[in-house]
Structures are given as C-alpha cells and as structure tokens.
C-alpha cells in the first residue's frame, strides 16, 4: 500500500522560516508536489520537483521563498518556507505520481496518492 506521511508543521511568526518534509513508503516516487489548503479555499499547488530532482515548479505566490527538494533516494521532499507571511497558513499536502514517466506540474489531477497534510500557521 502507498502511503505518504508529512512531518515538520507547526507554527512561526510572519518573516520566519519552517520546513516540512513527506516520507514515501509502498513505491519509489518521480515527480512530487506539494499543495497546501487554506479554510474556505481551493487546494493549490505550491511547488514540484522532478523524478531526479533537477527541474523545479513554483507557484508566483511562493517563488523566491520556498525551496522544494528531495533526496538521493528519491523516496523523501522536502519544501523549505522563508520569510513567511499570514497568507501562506495552511494545511501542507504531499502528493506524488505513480507513472515511469512524469513532468513537475502544479495541477491537482495529475497526481495518484496523498498524504494526510500537515498544519503551518504563521501569524502576524
């Protein structure tokens, strides 16, 4: 069974910085994205990186402030949050592909499985 588990949420005042990491387990991933889900709104993408970790995606929301990566294993991404604003609190999702082939996209649809979320607050 596939199974993606974020860690890493929690709370930090506006300008400050977190981290948020997702674990894959019951296959070896390629693309992963991360999206995050406001209350009362849509769930967006934020950021994804490719199977090998050399192409990158960022919604302009975000871009220049996240950083998203993975390791050599390619079974754990991670997303970097900087200078963090109210704006970006949300619950984190973590989501990865199930095809041999795949490009970094933002778009909801193209991804087979879902971890749980994980809760960042930033607050003012």
């Known amino acids: 069974q596939v199974q993606l588990v974020e860690s890493g949420g929690g709370s930090v005042q506006a300008g400050g910085s977190l981290s948020v990491s997702c674990a894959a387990s019951g296959y070896r991933s390629r693309c992963m994205g991360w999206f995050r889900q406001a209350p009362g709104k849509e769930r967006d993408g934020v950021a994804a990186?490719?199977?090998?970790?050399?192409?990158?995606v960022y919604a302009d929301s975000v871009k220049g402030r996240f950083t998203i990566s993975r390791d050599n294993a390619k079974t754990t991404v991670y997303l970097q949050m900087n200078s963090l604003k109210p704006e970006d609190t949300a619950t984190y999702y973590c989501?990865?592909?199930?095809?041999?082939?795949?490009?970094?996209?933002?778009?909801?649809?193209?991804?087979?499985?879902w971890g749980q979320g994980t809760q960042v607050t930033v607050s003012s």
């Open positions: 990186i490719s199977t090998d970790g050399t192409i990158t």
């Open positions: 989501a990865a592909d199930a095809g041999p082939y795949c490009a970094p996209s933002l778009q909801r649809n193209r991804y087979d499985y």
